[in-house]
Structure formats: structure tokens, C-alpha cells
T-cell receptor, first 114, second 112 residues
């Protein structure tokens, strides 16, 4: 059974700092991995999708890397801003035949202080 | 283009009642998935429908059921509600079977 773990559970940083969020998964046979952002009481916003054949993806100040063999992904946020404050979730899709059955971690709650 | 839309946004029900939640996917998307998110936890997979057929089911009791209509919208039904069913119910749409998932804003269900 696939298990996804995110460390740390919570993180508080001053504005402008670069930071890294970690995601690990137990079964390396994944099809792709997706990072999401969730504001309190809201739905999920897709940030980045990395296919199993890729090493990293970039969007603006965000960079996500994937090391499938070691079961790890990181989300790098450059020059953090107060508006980045949210919970960040990673989710893995076990295989193409598993469709959209995403397995989520419990998230990292990020607070960026002005 | 409209994103994934869910209705209602909030709902309060009494134990033992039945509830229907609705989801309209992004135009052109044929896959709809449902997730339950309890406060403080990550979402848990409930169902996936693709081309109007059930393609996956998570570890949820038979009180949970769903269907997808010819226009690809979907309903999630929960019978005999329990207090533990209180959660944020999220709908996700994808253009195809295993492509990037886009989520709606969710329906907050409170069972009293």
C-alpha cells in the first residue's frame, strides 16, 4: 500500500527566505506526482505535475524535483511572500492503470511572516 | 473557461439522512474523481468515473455511491449519514484517464 509522508508538518519563515518542502513515498512505482496548494477551507490548486520520467518541473518561483528511485520529491519556493502562506500537499498516482487515484500526504502548513 | 464547480458549498445534515453532492468538470474533461478530506488530513480517494463508467473505488462503505451523467457531470450520494462523514468533499476533473487533476472548491458537509 502506497504511503506518502510530508515533512515538516508546519513551517514558519520570514518573508524573502528560500525554502524546501519534502515529500516521500513508499512505493517507487509511480506514474506521476502532483504538488497542490490549499488555502484554509478551500479546494486544491494544482501547482506542478512531474511525470515519472522527469527529474524536475518549474513554474515561476516554484521548482519541484523528483527522485523516483529513492521515493522523494521536493518543492522549492524561492523568495517567499506572505501570499505563499497555505498548506502544500503532494500526491502520487500509482500507475497509469490506477487512473486518477491520487494518494496524498497530510501536507505542510507554511506561514510566511512579513 | 469555468473551472470545476461543486454545489452546494456548505451543507448541514442530521444523522441518518441522505445527501447528494454535485460536480461539473472542466469543459472537455471526461474523468471525475471524488475525495473526502477530514480536517487536518490529506484527501482520501472515494471514486473515479471515466466515460460514465466507474474506474476505481476507495476504501469507503457501500453507503457511498456515485454516478456520471452523459454531459460528464457527476453526483456523489451518501446514505445513512454518520457524524464521521463530516468533511470537505472534493471533486477533481481530468481530461483523460490518468492526466493532471484539477479540483473544485469543495462541499463542506456537517453532520449533526
Amino acid at each position: 500500500k502506497q504511503e506518502v509522508t510530508q515533512i515538516p508538518a508546519a513551517l514558519s519563515v520570514p518573508e524573502g527566505e528560500n525554502l524546501v518542502l519534502n515529500c516521500s513515498f513508499t512505493d517507487s512505482a509511480i506514474y506521476n506526482l502532483q504538488w497542490f496548494r490549499q488555502d484554509p477551507g478551500k479546494g486544491l490548486t494544482s501547482l506542478l505535475l512531474i511525470q515519472s520520467s522527469q527529474r524536475e518541473q518549474t513554474s515561476g518561483r516554484l521548482n519541484a524535483s523528483l527522485d523516483k528511485s529513492s521515493g522523494r520529491s521536493t518543492l522549492y519556493i524561492a523568495a517567499s511572500q506572505p501570499g505563499d502562506s497555505a498548506t502544500y500537499l503532494c500526491a502520487v498516482r500509482p500507475g497509469e492503470t490506477s487512473g486518477s487515484r491520487l494518494t496524498f500526504g497530510e501536507g505542510t502548513q507554511l506561514t510566511v511572516n512579513p | 473557461d469555468a473551472g470545476v464547480t461543486q454545489s452546494p458549498t456548505h451543507l448541514i445534515k442530521t444523522r441518518g439522512q441522505h445527501v447528494t453532492l454535485r460536480c461539473s468538470p472542466i469543459s472537455g474533461h471526461k474523468s471525475v474523481s471524488w475525495y473526502q478530506q477530514v480536517l487536518g488530513q490529506g484527501p482520501q480517494f472515494i471514486f473515479q468515473y471515466y466515460e460514465k463508467e466507474e474506474r476505481g473505488r476507495g476504501n469507503f462503505p457501500d453507503r457511498f455511491s456515485a454516478r456520471q451523467f452523459p454531459n460528464y457531470s457527476s453526483e456523489l450520494n451518501v446514505n445513512a449519514l454518520l457524524l464521521g462523514d463530516s468533511a470537505l468533499y472534493l471533486c477533481a476533473s481530468s481530461s483523460s484517464y490518468a492526466t493532471e487533476a484539477f479540483f473544485g472548491q469543495g462541499t463542506r458537509l456537517t453532520v449533526v
